[in-house]
């Protein structure tokens, strides 16, 4: 076994040293050495040495969620949540870079393009959407924000990442799971039409120190969709929007692992439900990013990671002796959309132009000019 890296010095001592095979192997065996058998370590190797070689010929910057499949690490220059991600997006070497491919569902892919609008961003699946973001679409936000703006002037509304870029245009600050509370709590006096994942609107109000949420008359104004009012400083309004993902991970399993296991630490994504996040303690309800980071600061050595499973494994590449994640009681559930994307398309839509340009992001000029506003707004209010 080569020597232990984190994520990050992976990526540093590839861009440094290039791709070796040992060290390659060595990360993904650590991840989960049956899915990574030798076998597939080769094979992906030499996708990785292919699709190199034709980034660094046409200036091709790749990244990717922290919940893909963890051989992309070999051929990737950024990996992270969400928010990791826009911040990078940002930082592209636009002088340098003329194209980027994202092993990453559509939204994000998405928000990487109104954040270079003069880069093309080619996605390396088309077919990795996100279902909470298709819970929402523009023509039922702009409906909403119509019947709902008389009754509340100051009606603000904060989107979760995962929308699409039309939705996030129609919306005045967007958020992801790392800096929605953040974010919130700049913004004083405000009647916050929370969209979509409602799971991630009510964890922010009860961080905001809000009395219980009650049903609102608001359901009778908007029938089709059913929204929740707080009274408090701040009042939300929230989407019924879930991830599949997390909406199926059942409280049991919190006191099964518990159980199970004393003195475990486990962490649960926001989008998880009320049932399980009561569960859970505050500094560990968390983003994909902010697990990583606290497994590696903690003092535990157990960890459940409620959440989607590309994750908890790609942090068992970094794992010292003595610490384990345990995915036991199916303590996590792959995302069928980030399940999707595959090496093999990364190279596919950098030798087929006809796959590349099926599976660019394109987006009209007004879409791009107004979806940018929220997430600027965004990342300079995530700033502390
Ligand atoms: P993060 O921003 O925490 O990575 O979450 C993205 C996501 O889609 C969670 O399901
Ligand atoms: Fe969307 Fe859920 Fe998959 Fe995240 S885990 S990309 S929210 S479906």
Known sequence: MDKLQTIEQFIDDRNANGLRYE?????????NSDKYDDARCRRSFELCERILKLKHERGVWIDMHNYVDQDIIGVA????????LAVLAQ????DAVTTVVGAKVRFMNETTKILNPTLRVIQANRFAGCSLADSIDAEALQEARDKLQ????DLFVMAYVNTTAEVKALSDVCCTSR??????????NRTIMFVPDENLGREVARQLGEVPLQYSHLQAALPHKRLVNQHGDSSFLLWQGHCYVHQDINPDLVHQLQTA????????????????????????????EGMI???????QDKFALLTSCGLPEL??????????????????????????????DVLRVLEDEREAARNEILLSPEVLEKARLPLERMIELSQN
């Open 150 to 153: 008389a009754q509340y002037p």
């Open 77 to 84: 220059d950024g990996i992270g949540d969400s928010f990791k």
């Open 315 to 344: 942090i068992r590449a970094e794992l010292p002796p003595g610490k384990e994640i345990l995915f036991d009681f199916g303590a996590c559930r792959h995302c069928q959309f980030m399940a999707r994307i595959k090496l093999e």
């Open 261 to 288: 296991y004393p003195g475990i630490a486990v962490l649960a994504h926001p989008e998880c439900t009320p049932d399980v996040l009561r569960l859970i303690d505050d500094d560990k309800i968390l983003s994909t």
């Open 23 to 31: 060290t390659y192997r060595s990360f993904l065996q650590r991840v």
């Open 293 to 299: 980071q606290y497994v590696r600061k903690a003092p």
């Open 91 to 94: 930082e592209i070497p636009r």
């Open 179 to 188: 800096n929605a509370v953040t974010i919130a709590k700049k913004l004083p």
